[in-house]
């Protein structure tokens, strides 16, 4: 009888906590992370992998690409800070989904009330969501030009190597990356034609970072669908917030009027009876 006891008391406990976990906000940090380790990953070897490309058979002079290089290393940095700062944000979103709604069953409950400061908190997060939401658009589509370059190129290779396309001069099948603006227009050779070009589209360098950006794309696009989701909670527990401040303080109002009434009705009872 004892074990019964303690078995059920343990499976309330179990459904009590379960039952304050945010799942939606689970979901969506469990998204934002996946999507931001694949795109700062993945993004980061690939930035390495098209230097090194580059270096190797577009611009084998060093000064022409230098300003590539920077540029390179920059969003690499620039990658670094993104990793680093969505994990301390998509933790503090968790936590904010915690506390919203352990706060929205409380009251609820009418355990406590929420304050004016814990939904301003929430609004500015709404807020910041929204911004963080239209910078990673922009890196989505930003994400997605090396894709279409890379895809650009193996297409032509894969175009060049076909049988049916019946080429008889391949040397004058060329790819110039030059046109793209990633390398100044005196830079030697500038552009890849026939059997070098084929050579390649063979090497690791350039079969790596083709699929390394496709994955990085996708993370910049699976971060976009977190941040969406996130502001969908943020909004949605800024709502519940904002109702159950308006239905506690009508409940007051209710309140004061009822113990007015019945003070009011005393009085004439007393008066009555003198």
């Avoid at 890379?150 to 080429?167: G, Q």
């Avoid at 110039?176 to 390398?183: H, K, L, N």
């Avoid at 005196?186 to 699929?211: M, Q, R, V, W």
């Avoid at 904002?242 to 004439?268: F, L, M, P, W």
Wanted: glycine share 8%; net charge negative; with cysteine.
């Amino acid at each position: 009888m004892l074990w019964l006891l303690v078995g059920d008391s343990c499976f309330e406990c179990c459904i009590k906590c379960l039952g304050g976990v945010p799942y939606a906000s689970l979901v969506a940090t469990i998204l934002c992370f996946s999507g931001v380790a694949l795109f700062c990953g993945c993004g980061h070897v690939a930035l390495t992998g098209t230097l090194t490309m580059l270096e190797n058979h577009f611009s084998q002079i060093t000064t022409d690409h230098a300003t590539l290089t920077i540029v390179i290393q920059t969003m690499q940095y620039v990658i670094y800070g993104i990793a680093s700062f969505f994990f301390v944000y998509g933790i503090i979103l968790l936590a904010e989904g915690f506390y919203t709604t352990s706060a929205v069953k409380k009251e609820l409950q009418s355990q406590f009330k929420t304050t004016v400061c814990g939904r301003c908190i929430t609004a500015t997060f709404v807020f910041l969501t929204y911004i963080l939401g239209l910078a990673f658009l922009g890196i989505f589509g930003f994400s997605a030009i090396p894709v279409f370059l890379f895809y650009n190129m193996w297409t032509t290779c894969a175009a060049m190597k076909s049988p049916m396309a019946n080429i008889t001069d391949p040397d004058t099948i060329c790819v110039d990356v030059r046109q793209y603006g990633i390398i100044p227009w005196n830079a030697t050779p500038g552009k890849a034609c026939g059997s070098t070009l084929g050579d390649i589209c063979s090497t690791s360098e350039f079969y790596l970072s083709f699929h390394l950006y496709i994955v990085a794309c996708a993370g910049a696009g699976a971060t976009l669908i977190a941040l969406i989701h996130y502001l969908m909670i943020l909004s949605a527990n800024w709502a519940y917030l904002r109702s159950a401040c308006n239905q506690n303080e009508y409940q007051d109002i209710k309140t004061k009027d009822d113990d007015v009434e019945e003070g009011g009705s005393k009085e004439g009872l007393n008066s009555s009876y003198s």
